[in-house]
């Protein structure tokens, strides 16, 4: 609910749907999302969707569809073979139309895996890049945060290190300052039309992630931010 949040300053507040099929995606579009994140198998954190299905939502939809380039489930160190598969990956989503990629690698180490992740950047150009939460894994998240911006990477998806973005909101907020404006926050994990209010307001994002199937519950996000803002 939005008793007791405290009233913040109207912010443009975009919301990026995590969708893994075409009625979603259409969904999240027709709900007021501003970006999708096209994926597949969203139940284990989501892979590489189908070049097919980027396709066919390119066909019907005019908001911006990022492509999660993520080979398989589980962690984020990878072989050499699944390197070249996520750059292979890339370049196909690009040449279907995607508009931005989502990827990221570790090191064994779970450090940002930096000769990896620049590969992966090169390859997206002249898309933007969203590191994702493999971001969250890390030892030291100020660490790779600045080991991002050092690469160039447009923004990272997080939920702060913690289960949820509303759990970790007051890592997100230092994440927040530490960037600068030199990388994008966006918000993710766990977030709903009963929370989105105070973790903006908390943390300062402008930019707010979660998984969608249907349009009512991007409005209901956005009628939670219009009530919360002034």
Do not use: W
Not at 9 to 22: C, G, K, P
Not at 157 to 185: C, D, F, H, K, W
Request: glycine share 8%.
């Amino acid at each position: 609910m939005l008793d007791n949040i405290p009233i913040f300053r109207l912010v443009t507040v975009l919301i990026e749907a995590a969708v893994e099929s075409l009625d979603a995606a259409l969904a999240a579009a027709e709900g007021g999302a501003h970006r999708l994140e096209l994926c597949t198998d969203l139940a284990h954190g989501g892979t590489t969707p189908d070049v097919q299905l980027l396709r066919a939502c390119r066909s019907q939809l005019v908001i911006p569809i990022f492509v999660l380039v993520r080979p398989r489930a589980g962690d984020f160190v990878y072989t050499p073979a699944e390197h070249r598969t996520m750059l292979e990956q890339i370049h196909r989503a690009k040449d279907a139309g995607a508009r931005g990629i989502v990827t990221g690698a570790l090191s064994a180490t779970q450090h940002i895996a930096e000769t990896l992740t620049a590969e992966l950047l090169d390859a997206a150009l002249p898309l933007p890049v969203t590191f994702h939460r493999a971001f969250d894994a890390c030892l030291d998240l100020a660490v790779a945060l600045a080991r991002l911006i050092h690469l160039g990477v447009d923004r990272v998806l997080t939920s702060g290190g913690a289960p949820t973005a509303p759990e970790g909101a007051a890592r997100i907020s230092r994440l927040v300052i530490q960037s600068e404006r030199r990388i994008e926050i966006l918000a993710g994990g766990g977030i709903t039309p009963d929370n989105v209010a105070r973790l903006v307001h908390d943390t300062g994002v402008h930019e707010v992630h979660f998984s969608v199937k249907e349009a009512e519950k991007v409005r209901s996000v956005l009628s939670s931010l219009n009530a919360g803002a002034v």
